[in-house]
């Protein structure tokens, strides 16, 4: 992958990814941002075990993405 092709550039110090770089990842990354304030607001009132679970699954679906769309981590 070229340096254009990334969605997300790693930090210049610490360990991760920082903001979206590319339109495909601020796309996606308003989705999942809608998406968990839909979690939040369908699950917490009432279930919060069902928003736990939904929240674990977005958090790995972000850190996937980042992974491989995402510049490689040093």
């Not at 990842?25 to 939904?54: D, E, N, S, Y």
């Amino acid at each position: 992958m070229s340096n254009g092709d990334y969605w997300f550039r790693r930090k210049r110090s610490g360990l991760g990814w920082g903001l979206p770089c590319s339109r495909q990842g601020w796309i996606f990354f308003i989705a999942w941002c809608a998406a968990l304030i839909w979690v939040a607001a369908h699950f917490m009132p009432q279930r919060p075990f069902a928003f736990t679970m939904a929240l674990a699954a977005l958090t790995v679906l972000l850190v996937a993405v980042c992974v491989i769309k995402g510049e490689p981590l040093k």
